[in-house]
């Protein structure tokens, strides 16, 4: 079994788009995904994309994905990589995909002059944090992620 990353390109919208969903249902929000092919094209592949993605392939087949896009810390004076989502199908689960991943993101941040890479993990994905404990990451504490969507963002913007 051989495990290669590579930068997503057009024409993987569809293998995206799939293993978004398989998150989804495995963070237990299976009908959460409102992107389609045609948004993730937009966003990965359009004029001035801000967002990008790496794909995993083991023996060719697309099994793992990390999709990011980069933030900007002031105290560091420089960018950092968010990691949206990263995910590795349950079946090349163990077989160095994640971490296959991760350093290929690490040295994409490296070369982009980040400072860090962030991401956020369930409370409840033991096995995660385990795997990102072990590969030397720490959980940031007294930092609570908060969000506005929906209708509630609809009436900021409107004033």
Same mark, same amino acid.
């Given at each position: 079994?051989?495990? &290669?990353?590579?930068? !997503? $390109?057009?024409? #993987?919208? #569809?293998?995206? %788009?799939?293993?978004?969903?398989? %998150?989804? $249902?495995?963070?237990?929000?299976? *009908?959460?995904?409102?992107? &389609? +092919? ?8 359009? +004029?001035? !994309? ?8 083991? *023996?060719?087949?697309? $099994?793992? %994905? !990390?999709? @990011? ?5 002031? @105290?560091?004076?420089?960018?950092? =990589?968010?990691? +949206? #989502? =990263? ?13 296959? %991943?991760?350093?290929? /993101?690490?040295? +994409? ?8 890479? *962030? @991401?956020?993990? /369930? *409370?409840?994905?033991e096995k995660a944090r385990a795997f990102y404990t072990h590969i030397g990451a720490h959980h940031s504490?007294?930092?609570?992620? @908060?969000?506005?969507?929906? #209708? ?5 913007? !409107?004033?």
């Open positions: 079994m051989t495990v &290669t990353i590579r930068p !997503a $390109v057009p024409g #993987d919208e #569809d293998a995206i %788009l799939s293993m978004v969903i398989a %998150l989804a $249902v495995y963070e237990r929000e299976p *009908d959460a995904v409102k992107a &389609t +092919e045609e948004s993730l094209r937009a966003t990965l592949f359009g +004029e001035n !994309a801000q967002v990008f993605a790496h794909i995993a392939e083991l *023996d060719g087949e697309p $099994v793992g %994905l !990390a999709l @990011w896009f980069l933030t900007y810390s002031t @105290w560091t004076g420089a960018p950092s =990589l968010y990691l +949206e #989502d =990263l995910f590795v199908a349950e079946a090349a689960r163990g077989t160095g995909t994640g971490r296959a %991943l991760l350093t290929a /993101l690490a040295k +994409e941040a490296m070369a982009r002059g980040c400072a860090r890479m *962030d @991401w956020a993990v /369930l *409370d409840w994905n504490k007294g930092w609570e992620p @908060w969000r506005i969507e929906g #209708d509630a963002l609809e009436r900021l913007a !409107a004033g």
